[in-house]
């Protein structure tokens, strides 16, 4: 009966990783800004997942698994002290398709990447899961370890400072008549 256990366990964390590891990726871009890290984030957490996949059963193992890579991510930016740069080519795949022109949409995305390593991790974390991730607040709070007001509250900082980011460029561009490049 154990080996039968082993098993389903061993096929159902196999499936888990298959299903899950792209976003976990994407989460881990977005909270180090290094995809070779990013990398590192995730099998760091899967190798955890993977040690406690038989009591995972009450908690949703993609939650655990993005917990332990935003707190790795906290703790090595913290030793760090930098701000990150976000990878323009980590945030997904773009495939290309025949149809209009999407570069004015390219170049927005690569400038709110770059705005986005302006915010602390905290803020960018908050921000990528309540709005890439589609999460409550309530389970970005859970995901991240704080409370649902520190998770307001840093949404509330990130988008401000974002849209003063966003101001800020595009008043630079309006006086000098071209795009930052």
């Known amino acids: 009966m154990g080996d039968a256990w082993a098993a389903r366990d061993e096929q159902g964390f196999a499936a888990f990783v298959t299903a899950r590891r792209p976003e976990l990726v ?17 099998q760091e957490a899967l190798i955890k997942v993977a040690m406690r996949w038989h009591r995972l059963h009450d908690e949703l193992p993609a939650s655990y698994a993005r917990r332990i890579i935003f ?3 906290w703790r ?8 990150v740069h976000l990878m323009h080519s ?18 927005q995305r690569a400038e709110l990447l770059d705005q986005l390593g302006e915010l602390s991790p905290r803020q960018r974390a908050v921000l990528y899961l309540r709005y890439f991730e589609d999460l409550t607040e309530r389970a970005t709070a ?10 307001k509250r840093h949404a509330h900082l990130g988008l401000a400072r974002l849209r003063a980011l966003y101001e800020q460029t595009h008043l630079r561009e309006a006086h000098s008549g071209t795009p930052d490049a």
């Not at 989460?27 to 070779?36: H, I, L, N, W």
């Open 142 to 151: 859970d995901t991240l370890g704080i409370s649902t007001g520190s998770v």
């Open 71 to 73: 707190r790795s991510a």
């Open 90 to 107: 980590a945030e997904g795949q773009i495939e290309a398709a025949p149809g209009p022109d999407h570069t004015d949409a390219h170049a």
């Open 76 to 83: 090595g930016w913290s030793r760090r002290g930098k701000r």
């Open 26 to 42: 994407a989460a881990a871009v977005v909270a180090c800004g290094d995809a070779q890290e990013a990398e590192d984030l995730v």
